[in-house]
């Protein structure tokens, strides 16, 4: 392994130890080109990270190796670097990193970190999202093309509702969308709306869309995952790294882009040059804070009239209110 190397971003020097290791084996990207990747988009990468409680997930042998999400702040923090306290759905909290400058992202990739997971958060109000996340995740038998449909039918949904969504894709065959909102509700507020525009899209495109928590009742759609805007669920930052063979990483794009796109054309290699000549979609985000309350409207509706009342939330919440039974429905019915 080659000695270590000092990197420079934001006014920082940052120690990248081991540069030449390899961490993805197929296009043959090192520890290097990771760092010199994340060096390229560092500003861009904050700005979804600025001030967010930020999980790690780390990669230390590549991706062909085991990984493992680093949730609390590892020992050996830099000084300029803060921390924010979260709290689990059980309760329990830890202090993670909540990066306010470029150097944290390189700081990071030296350990290891391929893909950056921010809390839907700031660390100045960690009970109130300021992000409503939509996760549209194609099932076996759809791809990308099947998630951008939906998309498209979102943003009417959202634009019915006053509100406004910037589209990214997820670094695999999804799609994420994000629309910014102002810090006044809270996570089961914001994620009984992911569950109302998960249903009115259902409703809209009853073969091609489902909010089905079990997978057995899935089928060949796209899946509306609402429990990603469920306390501790986060999705991989615009600009991370994913872990596939190719490199690819999850990248903004504008609406008109959808159609032609494939997830495959944004990989470490190409995003940079991308962003320096396109520019970043992401970076108007910022500018919005979207009001809720036409969304939870819809979601009163849906309840009074049509009897859509809570759905299951993951495995590690506790029970919630008006949560229907947490078992399969084969189950269910063998029982």
Known sequence: MAEAVELQVGGRSVRLSNPGKVYY????HTKLDVAHYYQAVAEAVLRGLRE?????????????GEFFYQKRAPKGLPEWLPTARITFPSG?????????????VLWAANLGCLT?????????????????????????????????????ALREVLTEHGLRGWPKTSGGRGLHVYVPIAPR????EVRRCAIALGRELERRMPRQVTTAWWKEERGEKVFVDYNQMARDRTIASAYSLRARPEATVSTPLRWEELDAAAPGDFTLRTVPARLAEHGDPFAELAEHAFDLEAVLE??????????????????????????????????????
Not at 54 to 60: A, G, I, S, Y
Not at 92 to 104: L, M, N, S, V, W
Not at 120 to 143: A, F, I, K, M, S
Request: charged letters at 30%.
């Open 25 to 28: 084996p197929g296009p043959g």
């Open 116 to 152: 950056f997971h921010p809390w839907p958060v700031r660390g100045g109000d960690t009970e109130h999202p300021d992000e409503l996340r939509l996760d549209l995740d194609p099932q076996p038998g759809t791809d990308f093309r099947d998630a951008v449909r939906a998309a498209h």
């Open 52 to 64: 967010r409680p930020t999980t790690l997930q780390r990669f230390p042998d590549g991706v062909d």
């Open 92 to 104: 329990r909290f830890a202090d993670e990193i909540c990066p306010t400058e470029p150097a944290a």
């Open 298 to 335: 819809l979601s009163r509706r849906q309840e009074h009239e049509e009897g859509l009342g809570e759905l299951p939330y993951p495995p590690d919440h506790p029970k919630m209110p008006g949560e229907p039974p947490r078992v399969q429905p084969s189950r269910a019915r063998k029982e």
């Open 185 to 188: 509700w809270t996570f089961a």
